[in-house]
């Protein structure tokens, strides 16, 4: 490979989402979070996949997704945060306007460990929350993963749970994390 920069946009082909749903599969399978299935493929919440209010980010590099995390703007099908932590969600839609969330992070294997990877995409998907008018955003983090989104998003702990994706899997324990759009970008432009 001669070009190995990364792009980051926003995915405008949906043809493309079973290789979104690849990448979420192996992360998850990995992990023993979900159980084998012969498509190879999965889709935590596919009732927000082609939604108006849903963009799917990609980091590309000559072409292949190489990481993948998904933003859906509050709406009538509501957030992927509804499903485990319904009350404190409705908490927040309560206190705050514009709520999205950020949902389905993976990257492709080798490139987990890649630090700067997740940096750029972390960036790029503030960028896109603050164009889009978010007040506030939510995710739901492995609890291992909270510190990084402390240190980049500025987020605050809402509430901890152990979860299962699917029946007979492994349980995980994640953290329900809020973060302020305008308060993080006044950070980054040191105000």
């Known amino acids: 490979m001669s070009n190995n920069k990364i792009e980051f946009r926003e995915l405008t082909d949906l043809e493309r989402l079973p290789e979104i749903h ?7 399978l990995e992990n023993g979070y979900i159980l084998p299935n ?5 889709s935590i919440h596919p009732h927000l996949d082609n939604l108006e209010e849903t963009s799917v980010i990609v980091g590309e590099c000559n072409g292949q997704i190489i ?12 957030l992927s945060t509804d499903v485990y932590f319904g009350s ?17 992070f993976c990257t492709e294997k080798m490139n987990r460990n890649r630090i700067s990877l997740v940096i750029d995409m972390m960036n790029f998907l503030l960028d896109q929350l603050h164009r889009k008018e978010v007040e506030v955003g939510l995710t739901i983090v492995e609890k291992r993963h909270k510190k990084i989104h402390q240190k980049l998003f500025g987020a605050q702990i809402i509430e901890e749970k152990k979860i299962q994706i699917e029946k007979d899997s492994k349980e995980i324990e994640v953290v329900l994390m809020m973060f302020e759009i305008d308060r ?8």
């Open 38 to 42: 012969t498509s190879q493929q999965k």
């Open 22 to 28: 690849a990448l979420a599969y192996e992360g998850l």
């Open 184 to 191: 993080i970008q006044n950070i980054r432009k040191g105000k």
């Open 88 to 104: 404190k969600t409705n908490e927040i839609r309560r206190q705050y306007g514009k709520i999205a969330c950020l949902w389905r």
């Open 67 to 78: 990481a993948t995390d998904t933003i859906t703007i509050d709406g009538s099908q509501g």
